[in-house]
């Protein structure tokens, strides 16, 4: 009988394979004789009687042979041609596969050369540029011939397309995978394929690549777009932003300060506010709190104000006395203002500095009324009073710092009494010329000082004898020059004044390691002065001579601020359109084309009428009817006053008499009762001794009578 067996669709006949024609003993040899002879089907088994499979045994032949013994596991001409007929014959192969080996050390050898090889291609690019900059002059770059570089790079930057290694395809029967396996030397490794040359070359191609694409100290500032903000037509001696990069503060020798808001504004670039602080003093010095809540005015006058957000006024600091000498017993300023700054740590605190020699530290809970501490400035060599020009707080806050008039850089402890100085640089900048500002950088190490002597000076806290780096030619005209470091504090920046053939005051960039230029830009056609990189923004913002606030950005590095205002479209004023009907008169037209019967009435006469209406004239209530009351001078008698005057004054009988008989009268009575001068003198002068006049006594001595007789 022959059997069949079928997989769904598909269906075979097994006895056509011939599987029972070979002998039990061919068969006991190539095969495993199974210990149980009582389990189901499988491949390459032997089977029960009474069970079914392939290569089918007799349970006779199955008792007969040895139960424990096994033999090797081989393959059987049958199996096989099962496994062809199945498709299993790719899932195991007749020989064993070798797994993959890789050679690590050999690997990072070859990584590590053409890296080098690399490495010391691009160093000798980059001494080649440095030769020619070396040689040829600095060139102002323009964006034109930025974009073209950019554009030159990208093509050069291009990666070769590389052919990609051809990968075996699946095969598709599985005849033809059992016969390529056989044939082709890949099928014998296990495991990842090792990373070919053309590989290798390519990743360090791609290296080289970001590489060449990072983008320099230069490419960072952000100076592609520009916008004006209008402050006036006089210079602009300070300028802050709030710590959150909204609003923006400026305040010029106009007196008058104005007030920003980027979210607010539209393309029109106009100011929310406009005030003066400080009557007709100049604002040397405008600052945000650490919570941009407050703003610290400094002025030319000796009281410093601190206003809300909205520019409205918080309180104004004492003014001290000027004629007490000791400093330390006034209450406040007695000089004209130079500059301030507010505590980066105690949000109530704030430093100002005058020219009356001293820091003064206040507290916003005092309400500017005394002051919590007073620093006097004096200077080491003779040891006479100096006047600070520049002040600041360090990064942390511990230290204060003060720049004087006579070149010298002090800085106390915040955590001491402020009698010693903690660091003390003499002749930091020539004697003379203001100081006119002090920076920390980022890292609170380093300090940057700006001077009227044309320099640029930077400093370590930790090595406080002599300046790091120093940048000269940096002319200036105005005692509020400022300077700052860049958000990544790999850059400091400073403006300078026009000179007599210049066109317009530049904003220079200086490397803080090398103090080299890095670079420089025209601002405006005027002066540079104030000039702060915000570092949340990435904007920079530059008050110039010309009463004109430059904001520069880069729409693809910068955040909100000038962003803001620039997309929104720019408010029109309201207008109201209206039709004045007028009155045409015709006398003589027919009653059917006249338009309107009614007579148009005078204004003059309205206004007339409307006069006489107290309501509608706002005519002021008339004073009291009242005689005495009310303003008006009345008759004597209407009231308790005026009657006891006109008693007592007025009416008065003895008025005729002359004053000098009414005194005289009483003479007699004096003479013969004395009572109050000559009682006291009866006992040692009873006779009146009057002085005796003498014949040379001049007249005007003499009296009236003796001299005219």
Same mark, same amino acid.
């Given at each position: 009988?022959?059997?069949?067996?079928?997989?769904? #669709?598909?269906?075979?006949?097994?006895?056509?394979?011939?599987?029972?024609?070979?002998?039990?003993?061919?068969?006991?040899?190539?095969?495993?004789?199974?210990?149980?002879?009582?389990?189901?089907?499988?491949?390459?088994?032997?089977?029960?009687?009474?069970?079914?499979?392939?290569?089918?045994?007799?349970?006779?032949?199955?008792?007969?042979?040895?139960?424990?013994?096994?033999?090797?596991?081989?393959?059987?001409?049958?199996?096989?041609?099962?496994?062809?007929?199945?498709?299993?014959?790719?899932?195991?192969?007749? #020989?064993?596969?070798?797994?993959?080996?890789?050679?690590?050390?050999?690997?990072?050898?070859?990584?590590?050369?053409?890296?080098?090889?690399?490495?010391?291609?691009?160093?000798?690019?980059?001494?080649?540029?440095?030769?020619?900059?070396?040689?040829?002059?600095?060139?102002?770059?323009?964006?034109?011939?930025?974009?073209?570089?950019?554009?030159?790079?990208?093509?050069?930057?291009?990666?070769?397309?590389?052919?990609?290694?051809?990968?075996?395809?699946?095969?598709?029967?599985?005849?033809?995978?059992?016969?390529?396996?056989?044939?082709?030397?890949?099928?014998?490794?296990?495991?990842?394929?090792?990373?070919?040359?053309?590989?290798?070359?390519?990743?360090?191609?791609?290296?080289?690549?970001?590489?060449?694409?990072?983008?320099?100290?230069?490419?960072?500032?952000?100076?592609?777009?520009?916008?004006?903000?209008?402050?006036?037509?006089?210079?602009?001696?300070?300028?802050?932003?709030?710590?959150?990069?909204?609003?923006?503060?400026?305040?010029?020798?106009?007196?008058?300060?104005?007030?920003?808001?980027?979210?607010?504004?539209?393309?029109?670039?106009?100011?929310?506010?406009?005030?003066?602080?400080?009557?007709?003093?100049?604002?040397?010095?405008?600052?945000?709190?650490?919570?941009?809540?407050?703003?610290?005015?400094?002025?030319?006058?000796?009281?410093?104000?601190?206003?809300?957000?909205?520019?409205?006024?918080?309180?104004?600091?004492?003014?001290?006395?000027?004629?007490?000498?000791?400093?330390?017993?006034?209450?406040?300023?007695?000089?004209?203002?130079?500059?301030?700054?507010?505590?980066?740590?105690?949000?109530?605190?704030?430093?100002?500095?005058?020219?009356?020699?001293?820091?003064?530290?206040?507290?916003?809970?005092?309400?500017?009324?005394?002051?919590?501490?007073?620093?006097?400035?004096?200077?080491?060599?003779?040891?006479?009073?100096?006047?600070?020009?520049?002040?600041?707080?360090?990064?942390?806050?511990?230290?204060?710092?003060?720049?004087?008039?006579?070149?010298?850089?002090?800085?106390?402890?915040?955590?001491?009494?402020?009698?010693?100085?903690?660091?003390?640089?003499?002749?930091?900048?020539?004697?003379?010329?203001?100081?006119?500002?002090?920076?920390?950088?980022?890292?609170?190490?380093?300090?940057?000082?700006?001077?009227?002597?044309?320099?640029?000076?930077?400093?370590?806290?930790?090595?406080?004898?002599?300046?790091?780096?120093?940048?000269?030619?940096?002319?200036?005209?105005?005692?509020?020059?400022?300077?700052?470091?860049?958000?990544?504090?790999?850059?400091?920046?400073?403006?300078?004044?026009?000179?007599?053939?210049?066109?317009?005051?530049?904003?220079?960039?200086?490397?803080?390691?090398?103090?080299?230029?890095?670079?420089?830009?025209?601002?405006?056609?005027?002066?540079?002065?104030?000039?702060?990189?915000?570092?949340?923004?990435?904007?920079?913002?530059?008050?110039?001579?010309?009463?004109?606030?430059?904001?520069?950005?880069?729409?693809?590095?910068?955040?909100?601020?000038?962003?803001?205002?620039?997309?929104?479209?720019?408010?029109?004023?309201?207008?109201?359109?209206?039709?004045?009907?007028?009155?045409?008169?015709?006398?003589?037209?027919?009653?059917?084309?006249?338009?309107?019967?009614?007579?148009?009435?005078?204004?003059?006469?309205?206004?007339?009428?409307?006069?006489?209406?107290?309501?509608?004239?706002?005519?002021?209530?008339?004073?009291?009817?009242?005689?005495?009351?009310?303003?008006?001078?009345?008759?004597?008698?209407?009231?308790?006053?005026?009657?006891?005057?006109?008693?007592?004054?007025?009416?008065?009988?003895?008025?005729?008499?002359?004053?000098?008989?009414?005194?005289?009268?009483?003479?007699?009575?004096?003479?013969?009762?004395?009572?109050?001068?000559?009682?006291?003198?009866? #006992?040692?002068?009873?006779?009146?001794?009057?002085?005796?006049?003498?014949?040379?006594?001049?007249?005007? #001595?003499?009296?009236?009578?003796?001299?005219?007789?």
């Amino acid at each position: 009988m022959k059997r069949g067996l079928g997989f769904g #669709k598909i269906g075979m006949n097994l006895g056509s394979l011939k599987l029972a024609d070979k002998k039990p003993e061919e068969e006991l040899a190539n095969k495993p004789v199974a210990e149980d002879s009582g389990g189901g089907g499988g491949f390459g088994k032997i089977m029960g009687a009474d069970s079914g499979g392939f290569g089918k045994i007799s349970a006779a032949n199955t008792s007969s042979a040895p139960s424990t013994k096994t033999v090797p596991d081989q393959r059987n001409e049958e199996d096989v041609d099962i496994a062809k007929v199945m498709g299993f014959s790719g899932f195991a192969s007749g #020989k064993p596969k070798k797994a993959q080996q890789f050679d690590v050390e050999a690997m990072f050898a070859t990584a590590a050369k053409s890296a080098q090889e690399a490495n010391l291609v691009n160093n000798q690019k980059l001494e080649d540029e440095g030769r020619q900059h070396l040689d040829s002059d600095f060139i102002l770059p323009t964006a034109s011939s930025e974009s073209s570089k950019k554009s030159s790079d990208s093509e050069k930057k291009k990666p070769e397309k590389v052919q990609k290694p051809e990968v075996d395809k699946t095969k598709k029967g599985s005849d033809d995978s059992d016969s390529d396996s056989d044939d082709s030397s890949d099928d014998d490794m296990i495991g990842p394929v090792p990373p070919s040359s053309t590989q290798n070359e390519n990743e360090d191609e791609g290296e080289d690549s970001e590489g060449e694409k990072e983008e320099s100290v230069v490419d960072k500032i952000p100076r592609s777009h520009e916008i004006k903000l209008v402050h006036g037509d006089k210079a602009i001696t300070s300028l802050s932003l709030d710590p959150s990069g909204a609003r923006v503060i400026s305040g010029g020798i106009d007196y008058d300060l104005k007030l920003w808001d980027f979210a607010g504004m539209d393309p029109s670039l106009r100011s929310f506010r406009k005030i003066r602080p400080c009557e007709s003093h100049v604002l040397n010095s405008l600052e945000y709190s650490t919570t941009g809540d407050k703003i610290l005015v400094v002025s030319g006058n000796a009281q410093p104000k601190v206003l809300d957000r909205d520019g409205g006024e918080l309180f104004e600091c004492v003014k001290g006395d000027q004629y007490v000498l000791d400093q330390a017993r006034n209450k406040g300023h007695t000089a004209a203002g130079s500059c301030g700054a507010w505590h980066p740590k105690i949000k109530s605190e704030f430093l100002t500095s005058a020219a009356d020699a001293t820091l003064r530290l206040w507290l916003v809970e005092d309400n500017g009324r005394k002051t919590k501490q007073v620093i006097k400035c004096k200077s080491r060599k003779n040891g006479l009073r100096t006047n600070p020009t520049a002040c600041t707080y360090s990064r942390d806050g511990l230290l204060v710092c003060g720049a004087c008039i006579d070149g010298s850089i002090k800085m106390w402890d915040h955590r001491k009494n402020f009698v010693n100085v903690a660091l003390n640089m003499e002749g930091a900048h020539q004697n003379g010329s203001e100081i006119t500002c002090v920076q920390f950088g980022y890292d609170n190490r380093l300090v940057a000082t700006r001077s009227n002597d044309e320099t640029l000076k930077l400093w370590d806290v930790r090595m406080f004898k002599k300046y790091i780096n120093c940048a000269n030619g940096l002319f200036s005209r105005f005692a509020q020059t400022e300077c700052c470091f860049s958000p990544d504090d790999r850059l400091i920046l400073t403006g300078t004044s026009m000179e007599k053939g210049d066109k317009a005051g530049k904003l220079i960039f200086f490397d803080k390691e090398t103090f080299d230029k890095a670079f420089e830009m025209e601002v405006g056609n005027s002066h540079v002065i104030r000039a702060a990189w915000h570092p949340k923004l990435n904007q920079i913002m530059v008050g110039s001579g010309d009463g004109v606030v430059r904001v520069y950005y880069d729409p693809e590095r910068s955040i909100r601020g000038a962003k803001l205002c620039m997309v929104k479209k720019r408010t029109e004023a309201k207008q109201v359109n209206y039709i004045a009907t007028q009155r045409i008169i015709t006398p003589y037209a027919l009653p059917l084309f006249k338009e309107g019967n009614e007579r148009q009435k005078s204004t003059y006469r309205q206004m007339v009428k409307d006069r006489k209406d107290p309501t509608r004239s706002k005519n002021p209530e008339p004073p009291q009817l009242i005689k005495g009351t009310g303003g008006k001078t009345a008759q004597g008698g209407s009231t308790l006053h005026s009657w006891m005057a006109k008693q007592i004054a007025v009416k008065n009988k003895d008025d005729h008499i002359d004053p000098r008989e009414r005194i005289l009268r009483h003479a007699k009575d004096a003479a013969e009762n004395p009572y109050w001068v000559d009682n006291a003198y009866q #006992k040692t002068q009873p006779k009146p001794i009057f002085r005796e006049i003498g014949d040379d006594e001049p007249p005007e #001595k003499m009296t009236k009578k003796e001299t005219f007789g």
